[in-house]
Nanobody, 126 residues
Framework: QVQLVESGGGLVQAGGSLRLSCAASGRTFSSLTMGWFRQAPGEEREFVASIRWSGISTYYADSVKGRFTISRDNAKNTVYLLMNSLKREDTAVYYC???????????????????WGQGTQVTVSS
């Protein structure tokens, strides 16, 4: 099985930056599409970004495009989310997820992911 553990969350002022990490254990990490999602209280889980196994193809939600960057280091079994120019509306619990799907679609829905971390809180103050 694959286990995911997020880290790097915390409190940051608006306009600041934060880098999240997701460490994976298991034999199949390099074959997974990895994604980041976030969820604020009372709201649905929201897609943030995804990256294919090769790291070549990435996709971002419009709300974070140009500010966030997803990357992965398969040798370290780790995926990252660099968040710049943070806004108050970015406040949420951030989850990393892995999908073993062979679909060529963009994989932006939570049900398309098989493995989930426990989440890390990101709070942006104004």
């Amino acid at each position: 099985q694959v286990q995911l553990v997020e880290s790097g969350g915390g409190l940051v002022q608006a306009g600041g930056s934060l880098r999240l990490s997701c460490a994976a254990s298991g034999r199949t990490f390099s074959s997974l599409t990895m994604g980041w999602f976030r969820q604020a209280p009372g709201e649905e889980r929201e897609f943030v970004a995804s990256i294919r196994w090769s790291g070549i193809s990435t996709y971002y939600a419009d709300s974070v495009k140009g500010r966030f960057t997803i990357s992965r280091d398969n040798a370290k079994n780790t995926v990252y989310l660099l968040m710049n120019s943070l806004k108050r509306e970015d406040t949420a619990v951030y989850y990393c997820a892995g999908s073993a799907s062979l679909s060529i679609q963009l994989l932006i829905r939570p049900r398309e992911y098989d493995y989930w971390g426990q989440g890390t809180q990101v709070t942006v103050s104004s």
